[in-house]
């Protein structure tokens, strides 16, 4: 498994449908946190997206894993690759 940072936007999402889907995503990235897909959130002040720290094996793996959040349709995606490191200072 590799690590990837990736930059979701939320584009097209109004408010009564993200308040709508909102139980189920929380629930899916439970899901996702506890399998260990996802390392760490990091939602962006202006609420219009999300940074997270995933696992996977490539970027297609990644697409796939995430395509199970409720959010998804209304996500543009950037997937960087990280290298992992055993500290800060690496």
Do not use: C, W
Request: proline fraction near 6%; charged fraction near 25%; glycine fraction near 4%.
């Amino acid at each position: 498994m590799k690590k990837f940072m990736v930059d979701i936007l939320l584009e097209g999402l109004d408010n009564e449908t993200r308040m709508q889907l909102l139980p189920k995503e929380q629930e899916v990235v439970k899901e996702l946190e506890s399998n260990g897909t996802i390392v760490d959130t990091f939602i962006k002040l202006d609420m219009s997206g999300i940074y997270m720290v995933v696992m996977g094996l490539d970027p297609d793996d990644l697409h796939t894993k995430l395509s199970a959040l409720p959010y998804y349709p209304y996500m543009k995606i950037n997937i960087v690759p990280v290298r992992v490191t055993n500290s800060v200072n690496a």
